[in-house]
């Protein structure tokens, strides 16, 4: 309520917070959601126990169980969807903007308050894991939250506003393990004014900020059996740090944007000319709360220097690095802070409120423009996979996947039941061989920098009983339909175009990239579509054609985006590649004309183009 009453009151904060809602919530499910969202949605499950939500996460995750439980909730409420998930993200990352100005206008000023507020609503990483299916935008919130908390302690050390941090820095911890660094970071400074207390109020300072621990131990009870199988983990997938990851890190922290990171270092050095400044005081606890530059570095520093120290030394010092850009979300406040104060300085008024609308204007164009983060394909389409399979398993041809436990979400769900198979295609295939009875229809799915990959034993036995009947490439995911070679028919018929002519049918633009006949063997690859419609629905195949009859080639699907960009028909045309390795062996002898056909029964249309391309069996 006192977040909705300051709001109303203050008509720049509300306007920065709309700005931030409108970019968060716009197009938050237009992406599809990748390997780590689809650990919540079924961790997550609102089907599964209360006990068994806690078990998933020990099994499944290296976080804390609190995010997962309130995720758990709202599906039990709102419907088991992957909006729901994000939209709370989406929230979380709102609120967010509010904690920042707080914590701005508690640890410098309320114009510092507002400037932080609009630098977070427009920072790309804020954005993009406030549009998440993960527990990133809590730990921000937090993190925000528990800081703003210790501010407040540290200028008035009550019993109260300890018991508020312990509470606030144990959300920070359930936000993710590595808030762990950032309450170290906490204790440290706290450590410092405990020295700087006067000797009479000594004992009440430590006695609260031992209350504080507690509270926040007490509060993480529920957490400890699942740090505990956190600090068992020899092994991560996180690679070692190279020279560059911390420079690479803070770049993505501002989306690697060029014009965007200029202004970063004026801010940066106007930060640090602001240090310059300042003359040397006598060090105690009432003169260091008094000058808020030097306060606000007291703050930020430890913030920001003590958890990069804490994880350089576990990725190095072990086998288990944690050294990934989104677990350092925790520190992203005290970097918006630290450009935030660095702003500021300029005392000139149109040369600070340029050089902050100029930040805001650079970062919006990187955002819409330059990225075309709400209309370009970011994450894994395993939604769009696994729809198309839907789609076309009319046959319910069980699903063979190296990923079962991720995409029985969309394929072994109360909507729809499909057999899922874990195995990787060179094992199945591999097995089939020793025992035939499984020799069946199958479709192939993986993803997740998985990318189709078979032997040369693998890829002969398909070919000696498979035909490829449908596939579909998406942004990091695939799958490939494998009929057996018993039920495909070997030509199409034709006749329905009568005399035949370059153009049969409905309209087909195509083009060829590629095109090689080698021997027996006939590579081609290139584009085509039906005039007037979406590519997403259609079928296709090559052909080769003499006296009135087709043979079907085998014809895989390529995505092709460039040739949406390319015609800016406003029609999805990202389907439309074909890519086509053909073994001519069992062909009879002749002269060949290659076609096109193509047919999309949704919107009824038809249509075969006959090449001026000329294959010759002998």
């Known amino acids: 309520m ?15 917070i709309v700005l931030a809602a409108l970019l968060r919530f716009y197009h938050i499910d237009f992406q599809s959601v ?21 078990s ?9 169980p609190l995010y997962f439980y309130l995720v758990y909730y709202l599906f039990k409420v709102f419907g088991y969807k992957t909006i729901v ?28 308050g507002y400037v932080a507020a609009i630098l977070l609503s427009v920072n790309y990483f804020g954005l993009f894991y406030s549009q998440e299916a993960r527990p990133y935008a809590m730990l921000l919130l937090f993190s925000i939250a528990a800081f703003y908390r210790l501010v407040l302690f540290i200028k008035n050390p009550t ?13 920070m911890i359930y936000g993710h393990f590595f808030g762990l660094m950032a309450y170290m970071a906490q204790y440290s400074i706290l450590l410092l004014f405990l020295v700087l207390t006067e000797p009479g109020s000594k004992l009440r300072f430590f006695r609260n900020i031992f209350v504080s621990g507690v509270v926040a131990l007490i509060i993480l009870i529920p957490a400890i059996p699942v740090f505990i199988e956190v600090i068992k983990i020899k092994e991560f997938w996180i690679p070692r740090p190279g020279p560059d990851t911390f420079t690479l890190m803070f770049k993505e922290f501002f989306g690697s944007s060029e014009m965007v990171l200029m202004l970063v270092l004026v ?57 990934i850009s989104r677990y350092f979300i925790v520190l992203l406040p005290a970097v918006i802070m630290m450009l935030t104060i660095g702003a500021i300085q300029f005392r000139n008024k149109i040369i600070q409120y340029t050089l902050i609308t100029l930040f805001v204007i650079l970062s919006l164009s990187d955002i819409i423009v330059v990225k075309k983060y709400y209309t370009s394909i970011l994450k894994s389409q395993f939604r769009e996979t696994a729809d198309f399979v839907k789609e076309n398993n009319e046959s319910m041809a069980p699903v063979v996947t190296s990923l079962p436990w991720h995409l029985k979400y969309f394929l072994n769900n109360n909507e729809y039941k499909s057999k899922i198979i874990n195995s990787s295609l060179e094992e199945y295939v591999a097995n089939l061989e020793n025992d035939p009875k499984n020799i069946k229809d199958f479709w192939y799915i993986d993803g997740h920098g998985k990318t189709y990959s078979l032997s040369e034993r693998g890829e002969a036995m398909l070919a000696k009983y498979y ?25 199409l018929d034709i006749k329905k175009f009568g005399l035949l002519k370059p153009v049969n049918g409905d309209k087909i633009t195509f083009n060829f990239d590629f095109y090689e006949q080698s021997g027996n063997k006939l590579k081609a690859s290139g ?19 003499k006296d009135g009859v087709a043979i079907n080639l085998r014809t895989e699907r390529i995505p092709r985006p460039d040739v949406t960009k390319g015609f800016d028909k406003g029609f999805d045309l990202d389907s439309s590649g074909f890519r086509c390795e053909a073994e001519l062996t069992d062909i009879p002898s002749g002269s060949y004309t290659l076609g096109i056909y193509m047919i999309n029964k949704e919107k009824h249309k038809e249509g075969l183009v006959v090449t001026d391309k000329i294959i010759q069996k002998n």
């Not at 596939?471 to 030509?491: H, I, P, Q, S």
């Open 2 to 16: 006192y977040f909705i009453k300051s709001s109303r009151q203050n008509y720049v904060l509300l306007s920065i």
């Open 34 to 54: 990748w390997l780590d969202e689809l650990h919540t949605m079924n961790e997550a499950d609102p089907a599964a126990t209360f006990t068994g939500v806690y």
């Open 56 to 64: 998933n996460i020990k099994q499944g995750e290296q976080m804390p």
């Open 85 to 112: 998930a994000r939209l709370f993200s989406a929230v979380l990352g709102c609120i967010s903007i509010y904690a920042l100005y707080l914590l701005g206008k508690e640890l410098f000023s309320r114009r510092a």
């Open 159 to 171: 019993l109260k506003n300890a018991v508020f941090h312990g509470i606030f820095s144990a959300m």
């Open 267 to 323: 801010f940066f050095v106007s930060y640090i000319a602001s240090l310059v400044k300042q003359k040397q005081l006598k060090l105690n606890y009432i003169t260091l709360i008094g000058n808020k530059t030097l306060f606000s570095f007291i703050i930020i520093i430890p913030w920001l220097a003590i958890p990069i120290i804490i994880a350089l030394i576990k990725s190095y010092a072990s086998s288990t690095s944690v050294l």
């Open 467 to 491: 035909d490829l009947e449908t596939n579909f490439e998406g942004m990091d995911a695939w799958a490939r339909f494998y009929v057996l070679k018993t039920k495909t028919a070997k030509t």
């Open 527 to 545: 584009w085509a579509f039906l005039e007037g419609i979406d590519a997403s629905a259609t079928k296709y195949r090559l052909i080769l054609i």
